[in-house]
């Protein structure tokens, strides 16, 4: 089943490269989709697998289940974007510098790149050993690294090779971190490592409480990397501006939540091993920072797809403080990581949308989209709200969560700062996505509406809402069951 | 056995220093090269030290290590600086002098550090912790000091170089399986490293990574 789910991207990016007929190989990905979000669906109470290699935990099933809805609806947005990017295909002129001309990467080779980044987050989201997992996760470094650089031109270049090199660096010291795990489970006596997750908990107080120090330090510098964790976050605002804007939410939504995975795993060992306060109290100031930096780059942010890449970096400090400060934090962070991969994904989809109308990335030339677009204005400020953590939507809940937690847990400075950061962030996104959304229309250039670019953002808005008014009961298990595991209660 | 290892680890710290002070691209690639096979040596010999046989896995890994590294990343690495047309590394953020000096320096620190580490039984006598741990920071000085792609994607090697290390030398047994992902993963990091060097060479007309800096915020 899970070796299905695994193998069915996999296959169907070779067959990507050998389908020759455009409209078919972009319907054979949205099929692929649906297939995976099937299986995903259906594996959701399956407890089989290879036993020490993978399997799905709760953890494991909600970030597959993420990932697979946001594949979904990304290949859905695809099937208009590739074919207008298709019709312009001849090197066009960049509309940021008239001078540069650019091409496109081949079509056939983008498809397969995006359907084996799906193979390497589902193995990453059913790895149960520690090696397997750092494996999928360099893999899904590869296999995005082209994708950024799907437009040839010289900014998305410079944003894949920064992206290419800082997550290597950053996902090798990972390794070396895996590595340390290893030897802390080898004394006192020279035994032998199996890496398992399984064997690691069983193994938990024995562990030398030094190189399981040591490893979680590491497996947070390297997956903290990936993640975008300030100050490691360095190339995720470039990648996620550059790449086109399926990519970016990807990215976003699902990738960054892999490696969040990745700590989580190293946390649920350094809590077995009585290390917890120790790794939870990194986590907590890691989030601190990373919301400070984020607010204080949104604020003075003049480019939509950086402002979102930031609202990232912010997101994943809010998740690293959540399982930080543990308890009811611990759930928060897991439906935190649901709805933001939702509202996230939805708002990355709608810039793209918005770039294809006014052909600008800049806050200030962007004007009017209500009165342009009325639909897509709609679900700009929708997106706004669901992301600041507005009421209706998701993000308020599980927000006020991570609040409670800190209050709860007498972490009286942090739940200031907290609130002081989120509110930061509300104003420096709320302003200029407002502006943007009123105002007298701005310069604009023709473009149709498919209801491929609409339907799957539309779908997300929708899910985002639900999840803040109703969490569907097997859901709700699976997150509780998902913050025990991470040490909470 | 302990002196052939002994002898790998003389060799590591030989080519570290020399690679932190050539400025010849081709130099650095045959120096990381020649690393790559020295240590391809070490899965060998620590498992033998550890169990009397030489074990047909570790022969098998350090067999693929040597193609891989040996092989392939420097005809990969050529064929780039071949294409990008390029010779040395010009006027690196820290000078060859000040790296070799804060190569002796982290040298020194790590052995010093690794006398307060618990060492395994398995890496106990050796220098291997301590000499992964100077490998690991001179890979990360050389991505961090120069400017050219080409020395960056070496940097990294030698920080891959330093993790083997460092995992070969304190664990015989990690599983066979993670150990060809790791390796396969190394393999696709060089090859999509090294196309993304050609096309910087066609978009930029040069591979100096210091040059390419339109992105970012104020």
């Known amino acids: 089943m899970i070796t299905l ?30 297939l995976h979000l099937c299986l995903t669906l259906a594996a959701a109470d399956y407890r089989g697998g290879i036993v020490g290699w993978l399997g799905l935990d709760s953890i494991g099933i909600i970030f597959l ?5 946001l594949f979904l609806a990304a290949t859905i947005y695809a099937l208009g974007y590739l074919a207008a990017e298709k019709e312009k295909h001849p090197p066009r002129a960049d509309f940021i510098e008239p001078k540069t001309v650019f091409a496109n990467m081949p079509e056939a080779i983008f498809t397969a790149c995006l359907l084996l980044f799906l193979s390497t987050l589902t193995l990453a989201c059913a790895a149960q050993n520690f090696g397997l997992l750092w494996v999928a996760i360099e893999a899904t470094t590869l296999a995005t690294t082209p994708l950024i650089y799907y437009h040839r031109h010289h900014r998305s270049l410079e944003a894949a ?16 971190g895996t590595m340390f795990l290893a030897v802390s489970a080898m004394r006192p006596e020279n035994v032998e490592v199996s890496m398992s997750l399984a064997d690691f908990l069983r193994a938990a107080p024995r562990l030398d409480p ?6 979680f330090i590491f497996l947070l510098i390297g997956y903290g990397t990936k993640m975008g964790l300030a100050p490691m976050h360095a190339w995720l605002p470039d990648a996620h501006s550059e790449s086109p804007s399926i990519v970016s939410a990807l990215l976003s939504g699902a990738q960054l939540n892999c490696a969040f995975l990745g700590i989580a795993r190293g946390l649920q060992i350094c809590a077995a091993a009585g290390q917890g306060p120790f790794a939870r109290e990194l986590l907590v100031w890691f989030g601190i920072v990373s919301m400070a930096v984020a607010a204080a780059f949104i604020l003075a942010q003049a480019d939509y797809k950086r402002m979102l890449a930031y609202s990232s970096v912010e997101h994943m400090g809010i998740l690293a403080l959540g399982i930080g400060l543990g308890g009811a934090g611990s759930f928060g962070a897991m439906l935190h990581a649901v709805n933001h991969s939702l509202a996230k994904g939805m708002l990355f989809l709608l810039a793209g949308n918005i770039l294809a109308i006014y052909k600008t990335k800049s806050t200030h030339d962007v004007t009017g989209i209500l009165k342009v677009s009325p639909v ?7 997106g706004l709200f669901a992301i600041a953590g507005a009421p209706p939507f998701g993000l308020f809940i599980s927000e006020i969560t991570i609040l409670r937690a800190a209050v709860d847990g007498g972490r009286t400075v942090v739940a200031a700062l ?21 105002g007298a229309p701005g310069k604009t250039y023709a473009e149709s509406h498919s209801p491929t670019s609409i339907i799957p953002v539309a779908a997300l808005a929708g899910l985002s809402l639900l999840f803040g008014l109703w969490l569907p009961h097997p859901l709700l298990q699976t997150l509780r069951g998902a913050g025990r595991l991470l040490g909470g209660s | 056995m302990a002196g052939v290892i002994d002898f790998v680890m003389f060799l590591l710290v030989v080519t570290n220093l020399a690679l932190l002070e050539s400025s010849r691209l081709k130099t650095c690639i045959w120096l990381v090269a020649f690393q790559g096979i020295s240590l391809s040596f070490l899965p060998v010999m620590v498992g033998y030290n550890h169990t009397g046989v030489i074990g047909l896995h570790a022969v098998f890994v350090g067999l693929i290590s040597i193609i891989l590294k040996g092989v392939i990343f420097p005809l990969l ?8 047309n390029v010779r040395r590394e010009i006027e690196p953020f820290v000078s060859y002098n000040v790296s070799i000096i804060a190569g002796v320096a982290a040298l020194a620190a790590a052995i010093w550090l690794s006398r307060y580490l618990n060492i395994p039984a398995s890496a106990k006598g050796s220098l291997a912790v301590p000499l992964a741990f100077f490998t690991i920071f001179v890979g990360l000085l050389i991505i961090t000091s120069r400017k050219k792609a080409i020395t960056q994607v070496v940097g990294y090697l030698v920080l891959e170089n330093g993790i083997f290390t460092f995992g070969f030398a304190v664990m015989p047994h990690a599983p066979f399986v993670v150990e060809l992902g790791i ?8 090859f999509v490293m090294g196309i993304m060097i050609l096309h910087i060479s066609a978009t930029f007309d040069h591979i100096d990574v210091s040059r390419i800096s339109t992105l970012g915020d104020e």
């Open chain 1, 161 to 176: 090779w920064k992206y290419l090199l800082v997550s290597s660096v950053g996902i090798a010291l990972a390794l070396l």
């Open chain 1, 5 to 34: 789910l695994i193998a069915l991207p996999a296959f169907a990016a070779l067959a990507a490269v050998l389908i020759k007929n455009h409209p078919m190989r972009r319907r054979m990905m949205v099929g692929t989709a649906l």
């Open chain 1, 65 to 69: 289940g993420i990932t697979s809805v």
């Open chain 2, 183 to 190: 390796l396969l993963d190394l393999l696709v990091a060089v």
């Open chain 1, 376 to 382: 897509n204005g709609a679900l700009w400020l929708i």
């Open chain 2, 77 to 84: 690495l050529m064929l780039a600086v071949r294409r990008a």
């Open chain 1, 210 to 215: 030094m190189w399981l120090k040591g490893a």
């Open chain 1, 418 to 438: 907290y609130l002081i950061l989120l509110a930061a962030v509300f104003i420096g996104m709320a302003s200029p996505m407002l502006a943007m959304a009123g």
